[in-house]
Nanobody, 124 residues
Framework: QVQLAQSGGGLVQAGGSLKLSCAASGRSFSSSAMGWFRQAPGKDREFVAISARSGGITRYADSVKGRFTISRDNAGNTVYLQMNSLKPEDTGVYYC?????????????????WGQGTQVTVSP
């Protein structure tokens, strides 16, 4: 059974940093796309950052470029999101996701597995 277990998150002041982690188990995702999405209250879930595979291509939402960094461990089954210079508009529930393919996708429904979500709150 595939599981994505998230950790990290919490409350931080604007300008601060947080790091999210997501460890996958049940199968190898070293050759699969993994990434991070977020959902603010009353809004749709949106793509934040994605990684094609361990050491591969990455893509970021324009709103987080230059502030967030996605990375994966050597085995490719753990994905991280380092978030710097956080803004109040970054507040939301963050979800890690994985798909059965290496091809990058920013589309929510194209991801097959999801973490439990973790709250990130940035105060002004």
């Amino acid at each position: 059974q595939v599981q994505l277990a998230q950790s990290g998150g919490g409350l931080v002041q604007a300008g601060g940093s947080l790091k999210l982690s997501c460890a996958a188990s049940g199968r190898s995702f070293s050759s699969s796309a993994m990434g991070w999405f977020r959902q603010a209250p009353g809004k749709d879930r949106e793509f934040v950052a994605i990684s094609a595979r361990s050491g591969g291509i990455t893509r970021y939402a324009d709103s987080v470029k230059g502030r967030f960094t996605i990375s994966r461990d050597n085995a490719g089954n753990t994905v991280y999101l380092q978030m710097n210079s956080l803004k109040p508009e970054d507040t939301g529930v963050y979800y890690c996701a994985a798909r059965n393919f290496a091809v990058l996708s920013t589309v929510v429904y194209q991801y097959d597995y999801w973490g439990q979500g973790t709250q990130v709150t940035v105060s002004p």
